[in-house]
């Protein structure tokens, strides 16, 4: 599987006229490789080396036995190693991954690598990442219906009194138990008023009867993530409350039929975004439509006003469209869907009926 992933990285930088890119981001190291101990790659037109350090060598060449893999010394600064290596293959130019290199590794590397050029490349391994093989796919189905389990289990822990920090500790207490690494990102709980907080961390606030519940979490299995969020109703909604929910049910919707393969990322966000303008709550959609998963919780394609990117099939992407009033509250109802030629598959089994507790 990674050296099919290596190769056509490979077939990338012939077509970009570089010699060899250096891999420092960890989850990049991962998709080409498998390996997530720590290091970082040299991927050339000829060869594959992993550079890492002595108490990661045996774990290297179990996880990632197609490279050649090089232990870095204490006495030798890393990148001098690198840079010895590269030279003695007469290379002329290689690419670094200048949104994830810091300036220090950078300047570092800079005066090791003198005759050789070094150029800025962005996302030319995150390019690869955002269609999905059959393997990652499974990993981030996985990941969803453990986190569709914990969503089940957390409706009967929700009740007046309970804390927003009691519900974002059973969930990740509970996603562990059942099978998950971990937490896909820092559980979001808000409640009441505070629902108007897209990204608002739990709190000690109690629950009271007459909030919104926002839950927006995701589990991590194999290194994969998934993601979903929904907003349910502790005691009976009033007529403004349940219709700014089912505003944004509809809004999603609309977006979630739109969705196949060859249409842009901002058209998607459009038919969520224009049925909220159109209901009313326009200046209260202030988010993008939704993102890329899979071994980032954010990561490419974006629906968003300036995705223009077309979906491709195999894709991973959140549908997340809210409605979010200043001390008032929010709504927020988000699936995980795989993109196909003609539609979508939705990953997220969980109810989005308004759930009265």
Sequence with gaps: MS????????????EKGLDAVLVNKPENQYYLTGFDGEGFLAITTQRSILFTDFRYVEQAKKEAPELEVIELETTIPPYKKCADELKSMGLNKIAVESHYLTVKSYNELKSFLDGIEIVSTENIIEELRTTKDETELELIKK?????????LHILDYIRPGVTEKDLALEIEYFVKKNGADGLAFETIVVSGPRSSLPHGKPTFRKLQAGDFITIDFGAKFNHYCSDMTRTVFLGKPDKEKEKIYNIVLEAQKRALDYIKAGVSGKDVDREARDFIEKMGFGENFGHALGHGVGLEIHEAPRLSKKGDNNLMPGMVVTVEPGIYIED????????????TEEGHINLTKSSKDLICL
Excluded: M, P
């Excluded at 992933?5 to 077939?11: D, E, F, G, V």
């Excluded at 990941?143 to 969503?151: H, L, N, V």
């Excluded at 008032?328 to 993109?339: Q, W």
């Design 3 to 14: 050296q099919g992933r290596i190769n056509r990285l490979k077939q990338k930088l012939i």
């Design 143 to 151: 990941a969803q219906e453990i986190t569709d389990k914990a969503f």
């Design 328 to 339: 008032y509250g929010g709504v927020r109802i988000e699936d995980l869907v795989v993109v």
